[in-house]
Nanobody, 123 residues
């Protein structure tokens, strides 16, 4: 059975940090590409960061320089850490995993999704 589940969402103050965890099972994690998305109230879901099976990363402009995506293959988990949080980081964060889109691609085909975890940034 395929399982993808986020955890770590919380309320934080501007300037703080948050570390989100995605726990997976039921599919081939080692050769999967991984991604984090977010959806703010009233906005479209947007890609935040991607991490390919061979370690390539890409970040969206709003979080570049503040976010780190990483993976732990033996544990079948991956992470998103965002520092220097801003109010506009408030959103439901989703993790996703899937097959590679191709030899030069970093972001996955989003075969598997979690249910989301809330991050709220306010003073």
């Amino acid at each position: 059975q395929i399982r993808v589940a986020e955890s770590g969402g919380r309320s934080a103050q501007p300037g703080g940090s948050v570390r989100l965890t995605c726990t997976t099972s039921g599919f081939s994690f080692y050769n999967s590409d991984l991604a984090w998305f977010r959806q703010a109230p009233g906005k479209e879901r947007e890609n935040v960061a991607c991490l390919s099976s061979d370690g390539g990363t890409i970040y969206a402009d709003p979080v570049r320089g503040r976010a780190i995506i990483s993976r732990d293959n033996p544990a079948r988990m991956f992470y998103l850490e965002i520092s220097n949080l801003k109010v506009e980081d408030t959103a439901v964060y989703y993790c996703a995993a899937g097959r590679s889109r191709g030899p030069r691609a970093i972001c996955p085909q989003t075969d598997y999704w979690g249910q989301g975890t809330q991050v709220t940034v306010s003073s």
